[in-house]
């Protein structure tokens, strides 16, 4: 099995909470996938789904 391109879209949304901004993200993802028994080849493009969550910090007033 060998992965090929992979990407995902995603899409963010926050809430400022001044200095640091936590936020959800979510979105579509697909990679090409490829197969290979020792009889034959195979490739497919799997689409799925993808999540998380993250946290932003500001360092300083001017950056």
């Known amino acids: 099995v060998k992965q090929g391109i992979e990407g995902s879209l995603r899409a963010r949304v ?3 909470l001044n200095p640091v901004m936590p936020y959800l993200t979510a979105g579509i993802a697909g ?5 290979n028994n020792g009889l034959d080849d ?4 799997r689409v799925g789904w993808t999540a998380g969550a993250g946290l932003e910090a ?3 007033d001017n950056i």
């Open 58 to 60: 500001k360092l300083t």
């Open 42 to 45: 195979e490739s497919k493009f």
């Open 31 to 35: 990679s090409q996938i490829k197969l």
């Open 14 to 16: 926050g809430y400022d």
